[in-house]
């Protein structure tokens, strides 16, 4: 039999013998919505949460916080129905501003701006990125009850309404992604980030959980603080295609959009596997290791411990992250990552370094990428020359009725053991 797996903006495919017994671990098909501009039309008039778009009429200034080239957001059809009824309700195309919320990762230039918003969006509307680390573009707002400082960005606060876009997807420890998180994280300073992404060590930040997340919870503190008035987000398949669109108050779009979303990537799994061939779902879930490691962290879910998993992830940018990259140097084992990170402060970027440890201190992996195979092995990632080498090698050490299993779009799949309550 042949597989194929998304890898970067295209697949890889790999041979297996036919007499294998092997398990395609996609979640039930969930079709696209046939007229994705009319379901966006359709959550716009229809609001959750009491709200009307028609009520911020006479607004002076609305900031809409979009997100970055890391996350599929389907801006094309996300942001014109929302516009053109901003409009209608009396908005000047001047009064309206968007801020690309890029959270700790780099400020995007202006040229990339393109990768992410219609034509049509950038010649009407100014287009700002945020910038974490400039103390100077950012206001304070206190504190949340897990003492999380609340450092926002200023040009969204001084606005008179606050919109946020994105999309309702799993999340490694927040749980679910969505809601005020675009503002709340992808527009926070970096004090803010570090602090609430501290908290992924606690048992509750996990995968698919929501309302007893810490993290997540904390989330929503900071939005409430920030005080969103308005999301607009997508439910997606695994082919990146709306399926659902929510809008209206943050909160309420997140309770009815969170059930949707578990139709959606939820997947059951009687048994761990013995091997498991990965990908985080190709472009722009694996633009960099730093996105793709969470395709690894769904995976290993459902991995058996002292199995194989082969991970393929493109990442055409590298390693998404200098302080990771940095902190990585001179680092020989799984257990030297965790020792070392458990006794320092905590750091976004090497908390990459942690999970992936994490993930991997139990079960043999192989990276397959576009990185250089040195650069891989720097970050404690063995490389394997191509998919089916990797392949052949992994299947030559199985034993007999051994488990195994293709996970095509980890990222934006919520694996579990049937054992375990989820």
Same mark, same amino acid.
């Given at each position: 039999?042949?597989?194929?797996?998304?890898?970067?903006?295209?697949?890889?495919?790999?041979?297996?013998?036919?007499?294998?017994?092997?398990?395609?671990?996609?979640?039930?098909?969930?079709?696209?919505?046939?007229?994705?501009?009319?379901?966006?039309?359709?959550?716009?008039?229809?609001?959750?949460?009491?709200?009307?778009?028609?009520?911020?009429?006479?607004?002076?200034?609305?900031?809409?916080?979009?997100?970055?080239?890391?996350?599929?957001?389907?801006?094309?059809?996300? !942001?014109?129905?929302?516009?053109?009824?901003? $409009?209608?309700?009396? *908005?000047? /195309?001047? #009064? @309206?501003?968007?801020?690309?919320? +890029?959270? !700790?990762?780099?400020?995007?230039?202006?040229? $990339?701006?393109?990768? *992410?918003? /219609?034509? #049509? @969006?950038?010649?009407?509307?100014? +287009?700002?990125?945020?910038?974490?680390?400039?103390?100077?573009?950012?206001?304070?707002?206190?504190?949340?009850?897990?003492?999380?400082?609340?450092? +926002?960005?200023?040009?969204?606060?001084?606005?008179?309404?606050?919109?946020?876009?994105?999309?309702?997807?799993?999340?490694?420890?927040?749980?679910?992604?969505?809601?005020?998180?675009?503002?709340?994280?992808?527009?926070?300073?970096?004090?803010?980030?570090?602090?609430?992404?501290?908290?992924?060590?606690?048992?509750?930040?996990?995968?698919?959980?929501?309302?007893?997340?810490?993290?997540?919870?904390?989330?929503?503190?900071?939005?409430?603080?920030?005080?969103?008035?308005?999301?607009?987000?997508?439910?997606?398949?695994?082919?990146?295609?709306?399926?659902?669109?929510?809008?209206?108050?943050?909160?309420?779009?997140?309770?009815?959009?969170?059930?949707?979303?578990?139709?959606?990537?939820?997947?059951?799994?009687?048994?761990?596997?013995?091997?498991?061939?990965?990908?985080?779902?190709?472009?722009?879930?694996?633009?960099?290791?730093?996105?793709?490691?969470?395709?690894?962290?769904?995976?290993?879910?459902?991995?058996?411990?002292?199995?194989?998993?082969?991970?393929?992830?493109?990442?055409?940018?590298?390693?998404?992250?200098?302080?990771?990259?940095?902190?990585?140097?001179?680092?020989?084992?799984?257990?030297?990552?965790?020792?070392?990170?458990?006794?320092?402060?905590?750091?976004?970027?090497?908390?990459?370094?942690?999970?992936?440890?994490?993930?991997?201190?139990?079960?043999?992996?192989?990276?397959?990428?576009?990185?250089?195979?040195?650069?891989?092995?720097?970050?404690?990632?063995?490389?394997?020359?191509?998919?089916?080498?990797?392949?052949?090698?992994?299947?030559?050490?199985?034993?007999?009725?051994?488990?195994?299993?293709?996970?095509?779009?980890?990222?934006?799949?919520?694996?579990?053991?049937?054992?375990?309550?989820?």
């Amino acid at each position: 039999m042949q597989i194929q797996i998304p890898y970067g903006r295209s697949t890889l495919t790999a041979s297996l013998a036919d007499d294998l017994q092997v398990d395609f671990l996609d979640p039930a098909e969930s079709s696209a919505a046939p007229d994705p501009l009319g379901v966006v039309s359709l959550a716009l008039d229809s609001p959750l949460g009491e709200i009307q778009l028609s009520s911020f009429g006479g607004a002076k200034s609305i900031a809409i916080a979009v997100n970055d080239k890391t996350r599929p957001v389907p801006h094309q059809y996300l !942001l014109p129905p929302l516009l053109e009824r901003l $409009e209608a309700a009396g *908005i000047a /195309p001047d #009064a @309206v501003h968007f801020i690309v919320a +890029v959270g !700790l990762h780099g400020p995007m230039a202006v040229e $990339e701006f393109s990768s *992410i918003l /219609p034509e #049509a @969006v950038l010649k009407r509307y100014r +287009v700002i990125s945020h910038n974490a680390r400039d103390a100077s573009q950012l206001v304070y707002l206190g504190e949340t009850s897990h003492r999380t400082p609340v450092w +926002v960005n200023k040009h969204f606060m001084q606005a008179e309404v606050r919109i946020v876009i994105g999309n309702i997807e799993p999340h490694q420890y927040v749980g679910f992604s969505g809601g005020v998180k675009t503002a709340a994280i992808g527009l926070g300073g970096a004090d803010t980030i570090q602090r609430n992404h501290s908290m992924l060590t606690l048992p509750g930040s996990r995968l698919g959980e929501y309302e007893t997340n810490p993290a997540r919870q904390d989330v929503e503190e900071i939005g409430l603080k920030i005080g969103v008035h308005f999301a607009v987000n997508a439910i997606l398949n695994q082919q990146k295609q709306i399926v659902q669109v929510l809008a209206g108050n943050p909160q309420a779009v997140m309770r009815a959009g969170i059930p949707l979303s578990r139709q959606v990537c939820q997947l059951a799994v009687p048994e761990p596997y013995d091997l498991l061939i990965v990908s985080p779902g190709g472009h722009p879930k694996d633009i960099n290791l730093y996105q793709a490691q969470k395709g690894l962290a769904h995976a290993a879910l459902v991995m058996r411990p002292g199995g194989t998993m082969i991970l393929a992830a493109a990442c055409p940018e590298g390693i998404g992250s200098q302080g990771y990259e940095t902190w990585m140097q001179g680092m020989t084992s799984n257990e030297q990552v965790l020792e070392r990170f458990s006794r320092e402060a905590f750091q976004v970027g090497p908390h990459k370094a942690y999970l992936i440890a994490r993930d991997t201190a139990n079960i043999h992996l192989v990276f397959i990428s576009d990185l250089d195979p040195g650069k891989a092995r720097s970050m404690l990632l063995a490389p394997g020359e191509n998919l089916q080498k990797a392949v052949d090698l992994a299947l030559a050490g199985l034993p007999k009725g051994s488990r195994i299993g293709i996970l095509s779009h980890a990222a934006s799949t919520i694996p579990y053991l049937q054992s375990r309550v989820q």
